[in-house]
């Protein structure tokens, strides 16, 4: 437990490190390979130069019998509900064949939408919120009331100004209006107008294409790069393009459904392993290389790591390291998707790549997308020039899908230099170490007053955890009364009984606004009683004054 | 300012309860029904505890009472 090999410089030392790992050897989720690395450096050939550390703790029992209570009840209710709008007792709001159709074969299929029916719309209040200004670090939402419990919503008329914004994925606030800022783009706006008008391969290749590949490949040290109008599409419409049938693709549990939808496209054969588990992976490795393709015993023609940067929602970081050393071991390709991670991480902001100290030469396909750090729309795929000239052939978006716009290429082009530092100002630094700084206190905060936030405590997005469906709906409520805009994620997009909350820090919040999200968070904590953590300190104070007593013999 | 504090206290054991079963999310009349069920089955609870736990308790008792005395009556028999 403790660190003999630690240079410790009298009692205060030995305390922290102590109170360190009283901590960390319940927190940690692997505690047995990330530790030995921290302390001795090498180990099985990669090294973590920084501390990795994650957290998935997990709630006291009682929380998850009391979700699941919850949610026994909602579903008898539900099923109450169900039965009145069959017999007719009630109205039905829901889509509903034509009586001539009666006879036919049922078109919507009434029990699969018994949560969405039941459920979700009792706080279908919290999603869709329309707003009517720029998402930068605040917002102005349009109010709406309902009159009949979420069926139906009406706009009031009145606009609530200034809601501090903990949802948008705003990293760096590039997403501001500033006329200065967007200069360049409304010159591009008046000479190139909206529309395209044509795909990659037939006109709609603009010399604001080739510019911004050029800078996108410079900006991540790769060969060549090629941008495509959705980031959505970019993963769905490439990954069959890179493989196909008799190939093997080695997928994270909780990837985004991209990644999934282009894996599935692809026709290869798909293995999910457990999420940043290197054992898990290196298992599936070995038996795909030892026992082959299913029925013919051939060997795979392709095997095809598919991870992502920052998960979403976990907010914990792929353990790069470890799977660069499996692939090259095992002679495998690696995937990986930095939506979330370029520009929010790394000490320049280059990404998980730069994060990790590694060479975006061990990844063999980079791609992320411009809608978080850049404020734009589109994403790219970046690796060495024959896959990218390949892409240009082979892929799908770029044979069928119109091209990105040209106003949208300059605002990338513009973010990516002040990042750079090509513009001449230190802004774009500026803008990532100011990330770095929110993230960590943000974090740092939220576990000292007590709750169980998920992931690394590098990763700008925040999950906070609610577990019970009754709180997901109370919580969004009233972080709006207090004026703050908040997701909230529940079932389907995540395990049932841990739905949560989840917060994107962005370089545009100030302190005080962070500190006013943190008041309300604790405010709110305390009257939902969600302060679950155990390992908090200022949940147990008693114990951090003991454990200083003992070692003060 | 004690009632006060203890008021506030009941109301916020009453807004978890709401949260925990999720009647916080229920309209007027699923709720009525909702806590018109749990105070019935509580009551129900309480009054059958009233009817039989005390006759159950002297039973109980007395059955102890008869097999201790029984020991005893054997005992005092052997010594004589």
Same mark, same amino acid.
């Given at each position: 437990? =403790?660190?003999?090999?630690?240079?410790?410089?009298?009692?205060?030392?030995?305390?922290?490190?102590?109170?360190?790992?009283?901590?960390?050897?319940?927190?940690?989720?692997?505690?047995?390979?990330?530790?030995?690395?921290?302390?001795?450096?090498?180990?099985?050939?990669?090294?973590?130069?920084?501390?990795?550390?994650?957290?998935?703790?997990?709630?006291?029992?009682?929380?998850?019998?009391?979700?699941?209570?919850?949610?026994?009840?909602?579903?008898?209710?539900?099923?109450?509900?169900?039965?009145?709008?069959?017999?007719?007792?009630?109205?039905?709001?829901?889509?509903?064949?034509?009586?001539?159709? %009666?006879?036919?074969?049922?078109?919507?299929?009434?029990?699969?939408?018994?949560?969405?029916?039941?459920?979700?719309?009792?706080?279908?209040?919290?999603?869709?919120?329309?707003?009517?200004? *720029?998402?930068?670090?605040?917002?102005?939402?349009?109010?709406?009331?309902?009159?009949?419990?979420?069926?139906?919503?009406?706009?009031?008329?009145?606009?609530?100004?200034?809601?501090?914004?903990?949802?948008?994925?705003?990293?760096?606030?590039?997403?501001?209006?500033?006329?200065?800022?967007?200069?360049?783009?409304?010159?591009?706006?008046?000479?190139?107008?909206?529309?395209?008008?044509?795909?990659?391969?037939?006109?709609?290749?603009?010399? %604001?294409?080739?510019?911004?590949?050029?800078?996108?490949?410079?900006?991540?040290?790769?060969?060549?790069?090629?941008?495509?109008?959705?980031?959505?599409?970019?993963?769905?419409?490439?990954?069959?393009?890179?493989?196909?049938?008799?190939?093997?693709?080695?997928?994270?549990?909780?990837?985004?459904?991209?990644?999934?939808?282009?894996?599935?496209?692809?026709?290869?054969?798909?293995?999910?392993?457990?999420?940043?588990?290197?054992?898990?992976?290196?298992?599936?490795?070995?038996?795909?290389?030892?026992?082959?393709?299913?029925?013919?015993?051939?060997?795979?023609? %392709?095997?095809?790591?598919?991870?992502?940067?920052?998960?979403?929602?976990?907010?914990?970081?792929?353990?790069?390291?470890?799977?660069?050393?499996?692939?090259?071991?095992?002679?495998?390709?690696?995937?990986?998707?930095?939506?979330?991670?370029?520009?929010? *991480?790394?000490?320049?902001?280059?990404?998980?790549?730069?994060?990790?100290?590694?060479?975006?030469?061990?990844?063999?396909?980079?791609?992320?997308?411009?809608? %978080?750090?850049?404020?734009?729309?589109?994403?790219?795929?970046?690796?060495?020039?024959?896959?990218?000239?390949?892409?240009?052939?082979?892929?799908?978006?770029?044979?069928?899908?119109?091209?990105?716009?040209?106003?949208?290429?300059?605002?990338?082009?513009?973010?990516?230099?002040?990042?750079?530092?090509?513009?001449?100002?230190?802004?774009?630094?500026?803008? *990532?170490?100011?990330?770095?700084?929110?993230?960590?206190?943000?974090?740092?905060?939220?576990?000292?007053?007590?709750?169980?936030?998920?992931?690394?405590?590098?990763?700008?997005?925040?999950?906070?955890?609610?577990?019970?469906?009754?709180?997901?709906? =109370?919580?969004?409520?009233?972080?709006?009364?207090?004026?703050?805009?908040? *997701?909230?994620?529940?079932?389907?997009?995540?395990?049932?009984?841990?739905?949560?909350?989840?917060?994107?820090?962005?370089?545009?919040?100030?302190?005080?606004?962070?500190?006013?999200?943190?008041?309300?968070?604790?405010?709110?904590?305390?009257?939902?009683?969600?302060?679950?953590?155990?390992?908090?300190?200022?949940?147990?104070?008693?114990?951090?004054?003991?454990?200083?007593?003992?070692?003060?013999? | 300012?004690?009632?006060?504090?203890?008021?506030?206290?009941?109301?916020?054991?009453?807004?978890?309860?709401?949260?925990?079963?999720?009647?916080?999310?229920?309209?007027?009349?699923?709720?009525?029904?909702?806590?018109?069920?749990?105070?019935?089955?509580? /009551?129900?609870?309480?009054?059958?505890?009233?009817?039989?736990?005390? /006759?159950?308790?002297?039973?109980?008792?007395?059955?102890?009472?008869?097999?201790?005395?029984?020991?005893?009556?054997?005992?005092?028999?052997?010594?004589?």
């Amino acid at each position: 437990m =403790a660190n003999p090999s630690a240079v410790c410089n009298g009692h205060l030392h030995h305390h922290h490190q102590k109170q360190n790992n009283l901590l960390k050897s319940g927190i940690y989720k692997k505690n047995g390979i990330t530790k030995g690395m921290k302390k001795n450096g090498v180990s099985n050939g990669t090294v973590y130069r920084k501390k990795f550390v994650e957290h998935f703790e997990q709630a006291p029992m009682y929380v998850a019998v009391l979700t699941f209570l919850g949610f026994g009840v909602g579903t008898v209710f539900g099923y109450l509900r169900d039965f009145m709008r069959a017999w007719g007792l009630e109205k039905r709001n829901i889509a509903a064949e034509r009586e001539q159709q %009666k006879d036919f074969v049922p078109l919507y299929q009434d029990f699969e939408n018994f949560y969405t029916r039941n459920l979700y719309m009792r706080i279908r209040d919290n999603w869709n919120r329309p707003i009517c200004s *720029v998402p930068g670090p605040q917002f102005d939402l349009m109010e709406r009331v309902t009159d009949d419990y979420n069926w139906t919503f009406r706009f009031t008329g009145r606009i609530i100004k200034n809601v501090i914004n903990m949802g948008s994925y705003n990293y760096l606030g590039f997403a501001e209006t500033d006329v200065n800022a967007l200069k360049t783009v409304t010159i591009e706006l008046q000479k190139y107008g909206t529309g395209i008008c044509s795909t990659r391969q037939e006109m709609g290749t603009l010399d %604001k294409h080739v510019e911004l590949e050029k800078l996108v490949a410079t900006f991540l040290g790769v060969e060549d790069a090629m941008v495509f109008g959705m980031g959505f599409a970019t993963n769905s419409m490439n990954i069959p393009a890179l493989v196909g049938k008799g190939c093997l693709i080695l997928s994270d549990e909780l990837n985004h459904t991209s990644l999934v939808l282009g894996a599935r496209l692809s026709g290869a054969t798909i293995r999910i392993f457990k999420h940043n588990n290197i054992q898990s992976l290196e298992n599936l490795l070995r038996d795909a290389i030892i026992y082959g393709q299913p029925r013919s015993r051939r060997a795979w023609r %392709k095997i095809i790591i598919l991870v992502e940067g920052i998960y979403s929602m976990e907010g914990s970081i792929v353990r790069l390291p470890e799977i660069v050393s499996l692939k090259k071991k095992y002679k495998a390709y690696l995937y990986l998707d930095e939506a979330h991670s370029i520009g929010a *991480v790394g000490t320049t902001g280059r990404g998980v790549v730069e994060y990790f100290g590694m060479s975006p030469d061990d990844v063999d396909v980079l791609m992320g997308t411009f809608t %978080k750090s850049f404020g734009a729309a589109g994403g790219y795929i970046a690796g060495k020039k024959d896959l990218v000239d390949f892409l240009r052939t082979h892929s799908h978006s770029a044979v069928y899908a119109t091209s990105m716009c040209a106003p949208v290429a300059e605002q990338i082009i513009r973010a990516m230099k002040c990042l750079m530092g090509l513009d001449g100002t230190t802004q774009g630094q500026q803008r *990532v170490q100011q990330l770095g700084k929110n993230t960590r206190y943000f974090r740092r905060r939220l576990h000292e007053m007590g709750f169980i936030i998920y992931g690394n405590d590098d990763s700008p997005v925040v999950p906070l955890l609610l577990y019970m469906p009754g709180k997901i709906g =109370a919580f969004a409520r009233r972080m709006l009364e207090k004026n703050i805009g908040v *997701v909230v994620v529940g079932f389907p997009a995540t395990p049932i009984t841990e739905s949560r909350a989840r917060f994107c820090v962005s370089a545009a919040h100030t302190r005080e606004m962070l500190d006013m999200v943190l008041n309300a968070l604790d405010e709110l904590g305390d009257f939902l009683h969600l302060k679950y953590s155990r390992y908090s300190k200022s949940s147990h104070p008693e114990l951090y004054e003991e454990t200083r007593l003992e070692l003060e013999d | 300012m004690d009632i006060k504090s203890m008021k506030n206290y009941l109301y916020w054991l009453y807004c978890q309860f709401e949260l925990i079963t999720c009647s916080y999310l229920m309209e007027p009349w699923e709720k009525l029904l909702f806590y018109t069920f749990n105070i019935m089955m509580l /009551v129900m609870v309480l009054y059958t505890t009233y009817i039989f736990v005390p /006759v159950h308790i002297s039973t109980a008792f007395q059955f102890f009472l008869h097999l201790f005395e029984n020991q005893h009556e054997n005992a005092v028999s052997v010594v004589k």
